[in-house]
């Protein structure tokens, strides 16, 4: 676990678990923890889908000010540091892997899908 001896200074705040948009006046940055859950101790499962660039900076805000609604849902703890649920890698390897290492070392490169955003 990340920052495990540290604990003692400062504890691990619920906080920590928000997902969404954080900005800093006009920086906006997506915090995704629901992608990462192992690295809080956590067994991987698959996230959901991005959320879309929809939402307003008043949004964005209204959202932080009501961050326990927007909380990462966290499930079983680790048995073993790199845990994922069952349909974890079969997930993985067909978004990820594919884009990033060629099936055979003759096929051309594939690229990723064109993403379908929020209407």
Known sequence: MP?????VVRAFDLISCF???LRWGPIVVTHRPER???QFGY???????PIGPTLSFEDM???????????????QICVEHDQCATDYMDWFFG??????TPTQAVDPPKHPPIPQHET
């Open 3 to 7: 920052y495990g001896d540290h604990r």
């Open 19 to 21: 997902q969404g948009e």
């Open 36 to 38: 990462v859950v192992r």
């Open 43 to 49: 067994v991987q499962t698959i996230p959901p889908p």
């Open 61 to 75: 805000d209204d959202r932080w000010m009501h961050y326990l609604d927007h909380l990462a849902a966290v499930g």
């Open 95 to 100: 978004i990820s892997h594919p884009f990033i």
